[in-house]
């Protein structure tokens, strides 16, 4: 069992950074591939990023490369999400997730596990 716990979120100007964090509870969090989405109102939930459990290994959605990062703690059991360049159009509840394998989190939103969600909000 896996719990997932996101912070960070806010209110920030285009243009302004933010880093969400993920904590993860639970003796296996190493073993899982981990991911972040996001969900904007009205619209369904999209895959932004994601890195394997292995080798570290990273994806991103084309909306985010370049402006986004992932990267993992497994000693701390955290997966932050570093936001750069932010733009209105990424306003949405973020969420962390934790999956078997980044092409299950890529392709379907295939996940074990999810957080409550992170609200990140971009004026303009």
């Known amino acids: 069992q896996v719990q997932l716990v996101e912070s960070g979120g806010g209110l920030v100007q285009a243009g302004g950074s933010l880093r969400l964090s993920c904590a993860a509870s639970?003796?296996?969090?190493?073993?899982?591939?981990m991911g972040w989405f996001r969900q904007a109102p009205g619209k369904e939930r999209e895959f932004v990023a994601a890195?394997?459990?292995?080798?570290?290994?990273?994806y991103y959605a084309d909306s985010v490369k370049g402006r986004f990062t992932i990267s993992r703690d497994n000693a701390k059991n955290t997966v932050y999400l570093q936001m750069n360049s932010l733009k209105p159009e990424d306003t949405a509840v973020y969420y962390c997730?934790?999956?078997?394998?980044?092409?299950?989190?890529?392709?379907?939103?295939?996940?074990?596990?999810w957080g409550q969600g992170t609200q990140v909000t971009v004026s303009s």
């Open positions: 639970g003796r296996t969090f190493n073993s899982y591939s």
């Open positions: 997730a934790a999956g078997q394998d980044t092409s299950r989190l890529r392709v379907g939103g295939r996940a074990d596990y």
């Open positions: 890195i394997s459990w292995s080798h570290g290994s990273t």
